[in-house]
């Protein structure tokens, strides 16, 4: 590498932040510059405990990171309910955003960061990790092949985990004024993120909420599906869950072929993960044939690291030679987010079939 | 085998029979005593084409098999609509009777199906084959343990298969006089009895049909889906096509643990069959502890020859030692039709939600 890396400032020490500096102290394109927390003492735990550089600046705020000329970009983890205001001031600041999911509140939230972001120039992406990983890209490329998968007719999603007592008390995904989308904004982004990259991002038509979803005593969603139909015929479902064990599955079936994978959003393994994909399957005497092929894809860098190497190269072509930002990232989170909204809505009423973008 | 075996009669020559035909073959206390067809030419061929033995009658038409005294059961893969007709006429012959499904076009008829059966004393089943695979067996034991899966909270299943234009304009499955339910009947008999299995038999509350069904040109269902929703919170979603690669996945999760089977309506390989599960998963650094494991299950028979075992067991029970007929297959049967008459009923009310059993 011949150019400088991509300097980041992290803003707050959530949990998730300790995976993503792994991700930054990882990618040969960028490094950590500063944290900033509302208690400086924190913030300098969280660095030792970390493995950040000497040369990291340690702050007591938030708008210190925002300050420090040597920060190209941010990466920020704060409660949902925040982003709006430190996303609007990182691009007022000309800071280039890795923003974590659930990015918004709602798609009016997201449209002021997305304006903040496009009107300075700087680059926006949600980190949203498995889209990175070279397993992506070779089922994206199973998926678009019309002899072995054809047209996509139906896919399930589902995302679950059981964070046990604790989270259902202490997290911020649980607290109404911090995540007020609780797990449909948090577990289930990845499976509406899922089922939107299987339909090549084409929006669906309409969403309707399946029963059954389950509050807490604020009324923040701790599990909820939907469906989702697009006018072409196609048709999807997704679940997600904070009460229940560990599940990240996603299937596809299209005209000609089938696609499986057991742990779409983290892969079981750092170092290969694998996907299961069958084409023109046909009963043959007494069984079918051909059987689904295991498809094993190797990485030398986590996802995560992954998508910071990628984001610090899309900072790196702005900040370097004068490209424009890559708008596939703030297009694809902003479909998301109307599909989150879209859920939302149906699950406020009562399960009716809402019209996405347009209720 | 120190006794006889039961001696099967079969009703047609369906292409379903001639795997049936194995398996009466295979199964250690069954025969095959006589086939029916319409035509005793079209008899006389799949006789001798399917290995029946030289002593096999071959007749030319369903009403002999019926007569023959020494049929203990009939085998009936007949198209659904002749299914009330011969059904009651062989429990009326006092006939056991192991009947494909679609068991019936609506519970109405079924009930007159069940009623003849009961009333006769004779032993009723559907042959839903992977019902009786030893591997079923050993994930109802894991679904069922507190520790290792915990409550059942939702369930996704999926059978799809692609069978061709050939079929779409021919086969029975697909004609309105024939098989009116299509693939509602036919593919999503399994989905549904999947979900009632998961559930260990307890009715869903409510059902509402999928958007998007496909239908033919008459009118008989290509392609559907639905959510089911308990009282108790659980929910369930299920997609059936004819328009789609092969797929036949199972996805269960509960509070403590994670099932899944790629293969769970015919396994890949008659000898033997896996399915994934994991129980008590937490995230543990960057990673999650633990990951699902593979556990195969070997069969010396394949699943359809341990049904037509079961059912004769049950048959032989009867006959020789005066026991009354077992009530569970009834009784499941049942409420997979109940599910599969709501289903058809929320799509025929534009996808309102409809109470199982009370529309």
Known sequence: MSEKPVRFGILGCASIARKISRAINRAPNASIQAIGSRSIDKASRFASENGFPASAAVYGSYE?????????AVYVPLPTSLHVKWAVLAAEK????LLEKPV????SELDVILQACESNGVQYMDATMWMHHPRTAQMREFLSDPQRFGQLKSVHSIFCYNPGPDF???DIRIKPDLDGLGCLGDAGWYCIRAILWAADYQLPERVTALPNPEFNESGVILSCGASL???DGKIATFYCSFLTNLTMDLTCAGTNGYLHVHDFVIPFQEKVASFYGASNSRWVNFGCEPTPTKHKVATDLPHEAIMVREFARLVASIEGNGLEPEKKWPIISRKTQLVVDAVKASIDRAFEPVEVGNY
Chains 1, 2 share one sequence.
């Open 64 to 72: 210190a990171v925002l300050d420090d000329p040597d920060v190209d």
């Open 94 to 97: 000309k800071k280039h955003i």
């Open 104 to 107: 918004a509140l709602n798609v």
């Open 168 to 170: 259902l008390i202490n």
């Open 229 to 231: 139909s697009w006018t």
